[in-house]
Each structure stands twice: as structure tokens, then as C-alpha cells.
């Protein structure tokens, strides 16, 4: 079955950065769109960037737009979320899923928490200020 495991979290001030991977198993990936997730207490699991396997099309959120970077690396079958100037705002546990669907518009990638069938155990990222 399908296993996607994250790390790379951990504590950092704000104005920082930090590169959170997801290493994924179990199935070929080519036709799968990745996503990143994140959630902070209290507050609903909101979507942050995806990326379709095969074609390389992104999708970001707004907030995050121009400080945050996904990528995947098809030898490693690893998708990475680079974060930049990051803000205490952006503290939350970070989740990557996997759902097997992919479109060549990265507007029309899956940003919904619904559309995705399968989710890591999330790492958390905390940004001080």
C-alpha cells in the first residue's frame, strides 16, 4: 500500500527556512498529483502546494505563494516542500498526501483535503518570533 513519511520539521525564528521531505512507497507515482497540508491548533487542515508527478505543474496557496517551493525528485520518489522566510503564522503540522489523479494545469490540481486518498503521519514545524 501506499506510504508517504515526512520529516524535516522542527523549530526555527521567523525569517527562516526550513525543507520538509516526504518519502513515498508502495506504487509507481508517475500518475499521482502530491500535496502538502498543514494544520495549526485549532484550526481546519488547510491545503498549501501540489504538484503533479509526471508533468511538474504546482499549485500554491496564497499565503504561501513565493516564499514556499514543492519539487520531487523521481529517483528518490521524494517530494520536497522548501519554505522560505517563514512566519510564526506558518506554525502548524505539516502533512503530505497523495491521490491518484493528475492534470498538466497546476490550476487544476486537487487542493482539497477530500480529493486526497493517502496522508503521512505529519511533522510539525514551529516559527518563533
Known amino acids: 500500500q501506499v506510504q508517504l513519511v515526512e520529516s524535516g520539521g522542527g523549530l526555527v525564528q521567523a525569517g527562516g527556512s526550513l525543507r520538509l521531505s516526504c518519502a513515498a512507497s508502495?506504487?509507481?507515482?508517475?500518475?499521482?498529483?502530491m500535496g502538502w497540508f498543514r494544520q495549526a491548533p485549532g484550526k481546519e487542515r488547510e491545503f498549501v502546494a501540489a504538484i503533479s508527478w509526471s508533468t511538474g505543474s504546482t499549485y500554491y496557496a496564497d499565503s504561501v505563494k513565493g516564499r514556499f517551493t514543492i519539487s520531487r525528485d523521481n529517483a528518490k520518489n521524494t517530494v520536497y516542500l522548501q519554505m522560505k522566510s517563514l512566519k510564526p503564522e506558518d506554525t502548524a503540522v505539516y502533512y503530505c498526501a497523495a491521490v491518484l489523479i493528475t492534470y498538466y494545469r497546476g490550476s487544476d490540481l486537487p487542493r482539497y483535503r477530500s480529493e486526497y486518498n493517502y496522508w503521512g503521519q505529519g511533522t510539525q514545524v514551529t516559527v518563533s518570533s
Open positions: 508502495g506504487r509507481t507515482f508517475s500518475s499521482y498529483t
